[in-house]
C-alpha cells in the first residue's frame, strides 16, 4: 500500500503540472483565437472600432435621449415597465456612478450628476468573450464584440464577467414589449443575452452607428490604429478617459468630461 | 444489485412517494419557467445569477467532500471506514447530479445545452466544470458500484478500479477548484475575486459534506440494521472540526484583507451582506444566522466530550451545514451582484416558482440518494459484522 500510495503521489504531481502547464498553453492561446472571425468584406472598414464620446456637447436630456431612441428603434430593443427585466443598449448613468472609482466631492459644480452615456465597450481584451462556453460571444477583426443570439444559451457567465454592466438577458419574451419593430433587425426569443453592436450591421452597409449619426458630432467613431482618423486627432487634442482602465480590458469607448462648462 | 432499492417497508414507499411528489410539482412549475422565461425568478439584469447557481456551487462541496473518506481508506489504509465509505460516493453522485440539474434550470435556453459540446472552448472556466462534473459524476457511479457489487459477492474488487479510485482524489478537488475559478477570476467582481476562493470552497466543502455525511450515518444507524460504526463517525467528526476552522480563519482573511485596506469596491460586498448598503440589507439577518451558527459550531466541536456524545455531534452537524448552506448556498454569489458595476444596489430574493424548482432539485437529489443508499445498506446488513474485502 505505501508504494502504492508514494507512486500516486508522484503520478498526481505530474497530472497537476501537466494540467498546469496545459492551462497556462489555452489561456495565451484563447486571446489570440478571438479574433479568427472577420467582419463583412463590403461598408465601412477599420482596424480597431472605437467611439469618442464629447460629454460636453450633450447639453440637454433631449441630446442623449434621441440617440437611445434612435438605437434602440433600429435594434428592437423592448423597453420593459419593470426594472428587473430591463435591456438596455444605450443608456445614461450619471457621472458618480459611471466612474466611481473616480471619487471626488470638489469637481466643477454639476458634473458628479452630469449624465453619461453608456454602451458596450468593446474591449480589446473582452472578458465576456473569454468566459463564454459556447463562443456565442466573439471579437471581429476589427475590435467588435459581437453576439449570436441563436448560439448563446443563456448561462449568464458574460453578464457576470463585464465588469461594465453593458450586457442584458432577455428574462421574459421581449416581442410584446417593443414599441415599433424595426423589420430589418432581428428582434430576439426569451432566454439569451444581448448588448451594443457598435452597429455592425450599418457598418457593413457604409452607414456609421445610429448613435453617431443622431448625434450630429457629438460622437466620433473612427479606426484607433489609423493615426490620421478623426478620432485619433480628437484624442490626441483633447483629454479623454475610459470606464475602469486598470482591469486591463482596453476598452474602445472614450468619454471627455470637460470642465465648467454648463451642464446639464 | 439495483433491485434492493425496489424492495422496502412501507415506510420507505411512503418517503419514496413523498420526494416524487415534490419533483413532479417541481417539473411542472419548470414547465411554467420554460414557457414564460427565467422571469419568473427573483433575478434581474442586476443579480443575473441567483438561487439555482449559489445551491449549485454549495453541492459541488458537497460532491467533493467524498474524497475525506477516500484518502483516510484507500491512501492511508483507515479500516475503520471501509463500509461507510460508499456512503460518501454514493453521496457525492447524488450531489454532483444535483449540480448538474441546478445549472440545467438556470440556463435561458437549455434545449441548447449541448452548445457546450458542439463548441468546445477551452478558455471558458464553464466549459471545464462541465468537464470535471461528468467526469466525477462517472467515476463515483463506477467506484461505488463496482466496489459495492464485490463486497456483496464477497470477493475483493477488481484490480481496474484501484487506479479509478486514486484518479477520483485529485478529481474531487478539481471540482471544487474549477467551481471557485468560476468566480475568481472576473475582473469587475471584487467580492469574488481573490486567490483564496479555491481554498475556502475547499475547506468549507470539507466540512459541509461530512457534517452531513455524519447525519446520514447516524440516521442509517437508526432506521436501518446497519451500523456505520461509532469510531468512523468519530473520525469524520474530527475532519468537520479541522475543515470548520480552516474554513473560518480563510473567512476571516477575507474580512481582513477587505476592510484593512480599506478599498471601497472591496469593502462595499461585505457591508451589503453584514450592515446593509444604502438602506438595503435583506440578507442582513440571513449572514448573521450564518455566522452565529458557525461559531456555535466551532465552540461545540473544539470539544472531544461534546464531539464523542452523538445528541450534542448531530445538533453541531446540522449547525455547521446550515451555516455554511447559507454562506456558500445563498450570499457568496450574491454578495458578488451587490452593488452591480455602477455601485448601485439592486436586491435579490428568490420567488415562490424559484423556491419551488430549487426545493424539487433537492428533493430528486434526495430521492438518487435515498435508492443509492437503500442499496448500499442491503448489502451491508447482509454482510453483517467485520471489514469490508477492499
Known amino acids: 500500500m505505501s508504494m502504492d500510495r508514494r507512486e500516486f503521489l508522484k503520478l498526481a504531481g505530474l497530472t497537476c503540472i501537466g494540467i498546469g502547464v496545459g492551462g497556462a498553453q489555452l489561456l495565451v492561446r484563447s486571446r489570440i483565437a478571438s479574433s479568427e472571425y472577420a467582419p463583412a468584406a463590403e461598408g465601412l472598414q477599420a482596424n480597431r472600432w472605437a467611439m469618442v464620446i464629447d460629454l460636453r456637447k450633450f447639453r440637454t436630456e433631449e441630446d442623449y435621449d434621441k440617440l437611445i431612441k434612435a438605437c434602440h428603434y433600429i435594434h428592437n430593443v423592448p423597453s420593459f415597465p419593470d426594472k428587473y427585466h430591463e435591456v438596455k443598449w444605450l443608456w445614461k448613468e450619471d457621472f458618480e456612478h459611471s466612474f466611481p472609482e473616480q471619487k471626488n466631492r470638489y469637481l466643477p459644480e454639476g458634473i458628479e450628476k452630469k449624465p453619461v452615456l453608456l454602451l458596450c465597450n468593446h474591449c480589446s481584451n473582452a472578458p465576456c468573450v473569454r468566459v463564454c462556453p459556447t463562443k456565442a460571444t466573439f471579437k471581429l477583426s476589427n475590435g467588435i464584440t459581437a453576439q449570436d443570439y441563436h448560439r448563446c444559451i443563456g448561462c449568464r457567465f458574460c453578464m457576470a464577467a463585464c465588469p461594465y454592466g453593458a450586457r442584458s438577458f432577455n428574462w421574459v419574451d421581449p416581442r410584446p414589449y417593443i414599441k415599433e419593430v424595426n423589420p430589418e433587425f432581428p428582434t430576439r426569443t426569451p432566454g439569451v443575452v444581448e448588448k451594443c453592436n457598435f452597429c455592425v450591421e450599418r457598418l457593413s452597409e457604409g452607414l456609421r452607428p445610429a448613435c453617431v449619426e443622431a448625434s450630429e458630432g457629438k460622437i466620433l467613431f473612427g479606426d484607433l490604429r489609423d493615426e490620421g482618423s478623426e478620432v485619433r486627432r480628437y484624442l490626441a487634442e483633447n483629454f479623454s478617459m475610459r470606464r475602469k482602465p486598470e482591469l486591463g480590458t482596453e476598452p474602445a469607448v472614450f468619454y471627455i468630461i470637460g470642465g465648467g462648462e454648463e451642464h446639464v | ?390
Open chain 2, 1 to 390: 444489485m439495483f433491485e434492493k432499492a425496489l424492495q422496502g417497508r412501507p415506510k420507505y414507499w411512503l418517503w419514496i412517494l413523498f420526494l416524487l411528489g415534490i419533483t413532479g410539482a417541481g417539473f411542472l412549475v419548470y414547465l411554467q419557467q420554460l414557457k414564460i422565461g427565467l422571469g419568473i425568478t427573483g433575478m434581474s439584469r442586476d443579480v443575473s445569477w441567483g438561487f439555482y447557481i449559489s445551491q449549485f456551487t454549495f453541492l459541488v462541496g458537497v460532491a467533493a467532500s467524498a474524497v475525506m473518506l477516500v484518502i483516510p481508506y484507500y491512501l492511508h489504509d483507515y479500516k475503520k471506514f471501509s463500509k461507510i465509505v460508499i456512503l460518501g460516493e454514493f453521496l457525492a453522485v447524488s450531489a454532483v447530479l444535483m449540480c448538474i440539474l441546478f445549472i440545467f434550470v438556470d440556463m435561458g435556453q437549455p434545449m441548447r445545452i449541448f452548445n457546450v459540446l458542439l463548441h468546445p472552448t477551452p478558455n471558458s472556466i464553464l466549459f471545464w466544470d462541465s468537464v470535471v462534473l461528468t467526469g466525477y459524476l462517472i467515476l463515483n457511479i463506477v467506484i461505488g458500484w463496482t466496489t459495492l457489487e464485490a463486497d456483496r459477492k464477497e470477493v475483493p474488487p477488481p484490480q481496474w478500479v484501484k487506479p479509478l479510485i486514486y484518479l477520483s482524489v485529485p478529481w474531487a478537488v478539481s471540482i471544487h477548484t474549477v467551481t471557485a475559478f468560476i468566480y475568481a477570476g472576473l475582473p469587475g467582481r471584487p467580492f469574488w475575486m481573490t486567490a483564496i476562493m479555491a481554498a475556502r470552497f475547499l475547506a468549507s466543502a470539507f466540512a459541509s459534506g461530512p457534517a452531513f455525511l455524519i447525519i446520514l450515518a447516524l440516521l442509517i444507524r437508526k432506521l436501518t440494521k446497519f451500523d456505520p460504526g461509532k469510531e468512523a463517525i468519530q473520525a469524520i467528526a474530527k475532519i468537520v472540526a479541522y475543515a470548520m476552522y480552516a474554513n473560518f480563519f480563510f473567512f476571516l482573511l477575507e474580512v481582513f484583507t477587505a476592510l484593512y485596506s480599506n478599498i471601497p469596491g472591496h469593502m462595499a460586498s461585505f457591508q451589503y451582506l453584514f450592515a446593509g448598503l444604502d438602506g438595503h440589507g435583506k440578507l442582513v439577518p440571513l449572514m448573521w444566522l450564518s455566522v452565529i451558527l458557525a461559531i456555535f459550531a466551532l465552540a461545540m466541536l473544539v470539544f472531544p466530550s461534546v464531539r464523542a456524545n452523538e445528541t450534542t455531534l448531530a445538533i453541531t452537524c446540522v449547525a455547521v451545514f446550515i451555516s455554511l448552506w447559507i454562506d456558500k448556498g445563498f450570499g457568496l454569489v450574491i454578495g458578488g451582484f451587490v452593488p452591480n458595476p455602477f455601485e448601485r444596489v439592486t436586491e435579490y430574493w428568490p420567488t415562490l416558482p424559484e423556491t419551488v424548482i430549487s426545493v424539487a432539485v433537492w428533493a430528486f437529489g434526495f430521492l438518487v440518494l435515498t435508492m443509492l443508499y437503500k442499496v448500499a445498506v442491503s448489502v451491508r446488513e447482509a454482510q453483517g459484522p467485520g471489514e469490508s474485502l477492499h
